[in-house]
């Protein structure tokens, strides 16, 4: 790279054995692909498990089963997802490699063993997996963020890097809490707030602002939408960042004017993000597309959240209200961050797939045309997972204010039935693609042989 | 279309190197090439993107030790930027740009990109055009 920043190529290229020619900064595609399809599969055995366990979510969402199925989605799912796009983005945005892919693969192998094994632990009541369940959880976050460390130190500044910072120290904080609660389950209740405390940082403070962070280098480039600076973006990391540690402090010394007042600078954060998606759209060049349906509902279910939880706290209703309240402020604020990952694999998915496809000569559709990323899923099977996805926030919203298990449990089917058409979608069209087009004579993925004899036609000495 | 030719253009004369007609004849067809390079996320091409800021050719002189002689190699230079820094395609466009380039133009040609940020790429360097064409803008 020279002093103005600009990159020669033919100095950075090299030849990637799985996925074609990349620059020597992205991962192999199977490295962010093996996370992304994960955390589709966790999230659909989430549903499976709030279809079996719907009443523990109901009337006691303290209860092991509950929390079981809290991990499948927010570690499972959100975080795995996270994890996948961590991978393939930190170096892109920040001109650094990872640290090592197979620390890669060691940080895929110990979460996958760690995310089967914690909740089983859970729900089998059995210490020792959960215990171990925890530690392979709490190990592999530490290989990630030694395998982060590179980009998120050394790389180039910017908005997304600063958020990505501080999510993953927030991640670190979470780890410390869930690995000590793992590692003492039986002999050892955690009291309420020390919980919530876990649960923000892993929420909020990780989850809400890695996505705030991606999402401020994403929305520029799917809506081609170009700011001059990403002000509002930086407000919302610098807001959220300091609320959640304002409520965390709040939470673990059970004050509650210090949670409010934490929990009124996210709010202040949640203001600036969504400032920021309009400023994108306000100056976007590409139509509304179906990933924008995705964004608007998590959008939805961002300002449901903060509605519900403001209404926590100021209204003067029973207790059992209160923790109905609480706990749709929870769910949808899952929703927000469910919702936008899902939205935002159907981009990701397929222009890592893209390349792979490349590399194997598949570049033409049946009718000749390039292959587009938009080619490589059914648009009408997109939008059925978004429609599953909102019917089941819909579901567990009035399942949780009813107090019906029935209607949790359709929540529930509703999970896995967007879990499994997004999967198929994301996986079967690409692999239809590439059967049908495998062995076609291309050369760099090109056909040429219309090319060369234009080539060979001018007059050489 | 904002190509600006190096000086090297106005040579009309057979490049002895190459082997083409002409340093401009090499130019019309790297840019033609690239015209088959389609962004998959837009569906428009590079260079109705705006995204090639300059195509020119270069002459390296390259000596070689083992047979102590200097050889002329001709490097054909594309300055290149992408709708944003960052962009998933970043890695993947410009190398299909230049396998492409190479398979076109001949093992005589070396081909190099120059990803460039500055200046930064806009939307009004899109060809108005088939952008209006295609949804955008």
């Known amino acids: 790279m020279n002093p103005s920043g600009n990159f020669n190529l033919s100095e950075s290229v090299s030849v990637n054995p799985i996925g074609g020619t990349a620059t020597s900064r992205t991962p192999p595609p199977h490295v962010p692909l093996m996370f992304l399809f994960s955390s589709i599969i966790f999230f659909g055995v989430g549903g499976i498990v709030t279809f079996f366990y719907a009443s523990f979510l109901i009337h006691d969402p303290t209860d092991d089963k509950s929390v079981a199925d809290v991990h499948l989605y927010l570690l499972g799912f959100i975080t795995m997802g996270i994890l996948g796009a961590l991978h393939q983005f930190s170096p892109v945005i920040t001109l650094e490699k990872l640290y090592s892919i197979k620390l890669a693969y060691f940080t895929y192998g110990l979460y996958i063993i760690g995310i089967i094994l914690l909740p089983l632990g859970l729900i089998l009541g059995s210490e020792a997996l959960t215990a171990f369940g925890g530690a392979s959880l709490g190990t592999s976050i530490v290989t990630v963020i030694v395998n982060l460390s590179r980009p998120l130190l050394k790389g180039k500044k910017s908005v997304s890097r600063l958020g990505l910072r501080i999510s993953i120290t927030y991640l670190l904080i979470t780890a410390c809490f ?182 194997h000569g598949v570049t033409k559709l049946k009718n000749k045309k390039p292959v587009m990323f938009s080619n490589l899923y059914l648009a009408n099977i997109a939008k059925l997972s978004l429609v599953f996805v909102i019917s089941s926030f819909v579901c567990f919203a009035i399942g949780i204010l009813q107090g019906s298990v029935d209607i949790v449990k359709v929540a529930g089917i509703f999970i896995f039935a967007s879990a499994l058409t997004g999967f198929a979608n994301l996986s079967i069209t690409p692999i239809v693609l590439f059967l049908r087009n495998r062995g076609s004579k291309t050369t760099h993925g090109f056909d040429v042989s219309n090319r060369l004899p234009n080539v060979t036609s001018v007059e050489k000495i | 279309m904002k190509i600006k030719f190096s000086k090297r253009d106005e040579n009309e004369e057979s490049n002895s190197v190459t082997g083409y007609k002409s340093d401009k004849e090499i130019i019309r067809i790297a840019k033609e090439a690239l015209s088959e390079i389609i962004d998959p996320e837009l569906g428009i091409d590079i260079i109705s993107l705006g995204l090639v800021y300059d195509i020119y050719l270069e002459s390296t002189k390259v000596e070689s030790q083992k047979l102590s002689e200097t050889t002329e190699l001709e490097t054909l230079v594309v300055d290149m930027t992408l709708t944003t820094p960052g962009c998933p395609v970043s890695e993947s466009l410009p190398s299909q740009a230049r396998d492409y380039l190479s398979e076109i133009l001949g093992p005589q040609i070396n081909v190099k990109m120059n990803i460039v940020w500055d200046p930064p790429w806009t939307p009004e360097k899109m060809d108005f055009t088939i952008a209006r064409a295609m949804g955008l803008l």
């Open chain 1, 178 to 359: 869930g690995v000590t609660f793992a590692s003492t389950h039986n002999s050892f209740s955690p009291p309420t707030h020390l919980v919530l405390a876990h649960a923000s940082f892993g929420l909020i403070g990780w989850a809400g602002i890695s996505y705030i962070a991606v999402s401020e280098r994403l929305w520029p480039m799917f809506l081609l939408s170009h700011v001059n600076q990403a002000k509002y973006g930086k407000l919302a990391i610098y807001f959220v960042a300091i609320g959640e540690l304002i409520l965390a402090v709040g939470l673990i010394i059970s004050n509650e004017l210090i949670a409010v007042a934490g929990g009124l600078v996210i709010g202040l954060g949640i203001l600036s993000h969504l400032a920021s998606l309009l400023n994108y759209i306000k100056h976007r060049h590409r139509k509304l597309e179906l990933l924008h349906g995705y964004i608007f509902t998590s959008v939805i279910c961002l300002i449901t959240s903060a509605v519900m939880g403001i209404l926590a706290v100021t209204l003067n209703i029973s207790w059992s209200y209160k923790e109905k309240l609480s706990l749709l402020t929870v769910v949808f604020l899952f929703g927000w961050l469910a919702t936008a990952l899902i939205g935002h694999l159907h981009k990701i998915i397929p222009f890592i797939i893209w390349g792979v496809l490349r590399k």
